[in-house]
């Protein structure tokens, strides 16, 4: 699970390091900041959920059974 914004690093950021790494891991991307260009760039990144904060409890289950499901 990566927020998009990090701080001097964002999650996609972080995802492509692990990536380049050789770190195949089903990601989850949070974000407080949604907006089209974040959404498509993280379904191009094959994030296996985007949620939006505030995200309810259901929603980040839901996430992480994929994730997991994926792994």
């Given at each position: 699970?990566?927020?998009?914004?990090?701080?001097?690093?964002t999650?996609?950021?972080?995802?492509?390091?692990?990536?380049?790494?050789g770190?195949?891991?089903?990601?989850?991307?949070?974000?407080?900041h949604?907006?089209?260009?974040?959404?498509?760039?993280?379904?191009?990144?094959?994030?296996v959920?985007?949620?939006c904060?505030?995200?309810?409890?259901?929603?980040?289950?839901?996430?992480?059974?994929?994730?997991?499901?994926?792994?």
């Amino acid at each position: 699970m990566l927020d998009i914004h990090l701080g001097t690093l964002t999650g996609f950021d972080l995802h492509e390091w692990l990536l380049a790494s050789g770190a195949s891991v089903p990601t989850v991307f949070i974000t407080g900041h949604d907006d089209d260009t974040t959404r498509e760039r993280a379904r191009k990144a094959g994030a296996v959920a985007y949620l939006c904060k505030p995200f309810d409890d259901q929603s980040l289950i839901t996430a992480i059974e994929r994730a997991l499901a994926q792994n």
